[in-house]
């Protein structure tokens, strides 16, 4: 069992930045990989940006350039650091991880923190 707790998030400008930050109760290098997905009303959980394990990153293709994941490993929290806001970031942002375990792979996710973006 891997429990996800989210912070940061909240209000800001468009053009402006926000940080959001996911601890893990295990050790990053136990997970396949960690990473951020993004929800809005009425839609499917789409990713956002994700950490492999090997170190490589995933972005979107809307965040690239924008957002950057990050990893501290010693606190095993993940950072996704959003620049240059656009009110279509706007959601409810969920940390995920994956493990690897006895019965295969299995997904986590946090309790989700909303962002909210204006124009």
């Known amino acids: 069992q891997v429990q996800l707790v989210e912070s940061g998030g909240g209000s800001a400008r468009a053009g402006g930045s926000l940080r959001l930050s996911c601890t893990a109760s295990a050790s990053l290098f136990e997970l396949n990989s960690i990473g951020w997905y993004r929800q809005v009303p009425g839609k499917e959980r789409t990713l956002v940006a994700q950490?492999?394990?090997?170190?490589?990153?995933n972005y979107s293709d809307f965040v690239k350039g924008r957002f950057t994941i990050s990893r501290e490993n010693a606190k095993r929290t993940v950072h996704l650091q959003m620049t240059s806001l656009k009110a279509e970031d706007s959601g409810v942002y969920y940390c995920?991880?994956?493990?690897?375990?006895?019965?295969?792979?299995?997904?986590?996710w946090g309790q989700g923190t909303p962002v909210t973006v204006s124009s």
């Open positions: 950490v492999r394990i090997s170190g490589r990153e």
């Open positions: 995920n991880a994956e493990k690897i375990g006895a019965q295969g792979l299995r997904d986590y």
